[in-house]
Nanobody, 126 residues
Framework: QVQLVESGGGLVQAGGSLRLSCAASGRTFSSYAMGWFRQAPGKEREFVAAISRSGGSTYYRDSVKGRFTISRDNDKNTVVLQMNSLKPEDTAVYYC???????????????????WGQGTQVTVSS
């Protein structure tokens, strides 16, 4: 099993940046594909970005491409979501998720993931 703890959320003006981190417990972090999701009030949880276990493959939802970057450090058991040029519509609770894998895939659907963090609030003011 793995436990996930997100940090780095906060309040930022439109056009600003935030860096979200997700710290994972355990010694097998490199066995997990990782993802970031978000959920705004009254809306369903949606995919934001995903990264394969090695970090060699990444994938983004269209609305964040070119603004967000997902990366991971398997030695430090962390995955990071760098968010630039933030917009008010990026306001949501952001969740880190993990799925144990044996290949190089990444996953974009919430039900593909087995472990979730508690979430961190991101608020972008206009």
């Amino acid at each position: 099993q793995v436990q996930l703890v997100e940090s780095g959320g906060g309040l930022v003006q439109a056009g600003g940046s935030l860096r979200l981190s997700c710290a994972a417990s355990g010694r097998t972090f490199s066995s997990y594909a990782m993802g970031w999701f978000r959920q705004a009030p009254g809306k369903e949880r949606e995919f934001v970005a995903a990264i394969s276990r090695s970090g060699g493959s990444t994938y983004y939802r269209d609305s964040v491409k070119g603004r967000f970057t997902i990366s991971r450090d398997n030695d430090k058991n962390t995955v990071v979501l760098q968010m630039n040029s933030l917009k008010p519509e990026d306001t949501a609770v952001y969740y880190c998720a993990a799925r144990r894998v044996y290949g190089t895939s990444y996953y974009t659907r919430a039900y593909d993931y087995d472990y979730w963090g508690q979430g961190t609030q991101v608020t972008v003011s206009s």
